[in-house]
């Protein structure tokens, strides 16, 4: 659960890395040294730290290059991140300083406060298997979703 | 093979993806959940939870499976901090993870018969092993609070149990036990657990807590939540993006 934390505690520090979240499903490489990479989408921005974007960026809105954040006290170590813009979209994420080379500091990460990130809603393509809802019924849910598209053609 | 039933009052969806199973493999799950709602449903006058409720059992003569579930309640109430509370003034009502416990004896139920590829629903709570038809993880909608016509998030998920707790479909049935008022602080949570019965008992505990029920979650091993705020604005765990 807490495995981006240091990650996400520090991204509101960088403002050009809200693209992360671009690279939901992508398969832009992310280097992220000494963490375990089972869940390459270290994209939780802080619930406090900036304001997530309603609706997804515009794609190719970056200009290309690689760019070199300032480094930045995250209370237990200094965090610095490259980032490599290419196609207007982010394409790497370097972390050049990292706070994990003492057992003290990753105990630290873990005793944090949550890490929460938060989005506005949206509504999602009605491809499911099942819905979850409270007390909700997926079948009713497809069937009238599927009657309102059908509308909307 | 896909199965629905009213049971308990509400929609029970069972779709079974494993060659040798068959009707009667349904039916036996369907039939032990018309016995858990003859036990556990508050709305019978005849269940086993209404005569205790009236007085008329006493404590000693409770069914095994009555003082099983009320066992794990009070084990969620002191895991929950009292946010999950059976006792409103006197009377018990399990509802908020007997829903949860019900699907995951009928998983089992699945489960001991070798079934591998399955989901069971109860009213927007799941229980989901294996693959779907296309071999593929399940794809798990979280409905839109607001708008029971959208949905808006896909999970892709398996092995795992999903529960979502809110006040906008029957009306304000948590309460806070704190505040004994009815929750109403956030639109609704939605909770993935290593199976329904812990995602439903902490969906249920986490929702009365309002806000900081997400925090509840984020901090809770193995329970990771997305909860839609009355301002229409999400905010989910730190590892529920897994799921995406």
Known sequence: MRKYLQITFVLGVFGALVLLRQLKGDDAPIVTPNISSQNPTPASIQNSGMTQPTTMPTMGQYKNGTYIGSVQDAFYGNIQVQATISNGKISNVTFLQFPNDNRTSQFVNSQADPILSQEAIQAQSAQVDIVSGASASSQAFQASLADALSQAK | ?244
């Open chain 2, 1 to 244: 093979m896909k199965k629905q039933a009213i049971i308990m009052g509400m929609l029970v969806t069972v779709q079974i993806f494993d060659h040798q199973s068959t009707n009667e493999d349904i039916q036996e799950v369907f039939a032990y959940l018309h016995y858990i709602d003859q036990k556990f449903s508050t709305y019978r006058k005849d269940s086993e939870i209404s005569q205790i409720n009236r007085g008329e059992i006493n404590n000693l003569d409770y069914s095994n499976e009555m003082k099983k579930v009320l066992e794990l309640c009070e084990e969620t109430k002191k895991e929950t901090d009292g946010y999950f509370d059976i006792n409103l003034n006197g009377i018990l009502d399990p509802s908020g993870s007997v829903k949860g416990y019900a699907i995951w004896q009928s998983s089992l139920i699945f489960k001991n018969k070798g079934f591998k590829n399955f989901y069971i629903e109860i009213a927007g709570d799941i229980q989901t092993f294996g693959k779907n038809e296309k071999g593929e993880s399940w794809r798990a909608g979280i409905q839109n609070p607001f708008n029971q016509k959208e949905i808006i998030k896909v999970l892709k998920i398996s092995n795992v149990g999903i529960a979502t707790s809110g006040n906008y479909q029957r009306g304000k049935h948590i309460i806070n036990p704190k505040t004994k008022l009815p929750a109403d602080e956030i639109a609704s949570l939605t909770v993935i657990g290593a199976n329904v019965y812990e995602a439903d008992r902490f969906a249920t505990a986490a929702f009365a807590m309002g806000e900081k029920g997400i925090e509840f979650i984020e901090r809770s091993k193995n329970l990771e939540g997305y909860m839609v705020k009355n301002d229409k604005i999400a905010v989910m765990t730190s590892g529920f993006k897994k799921y995406l």
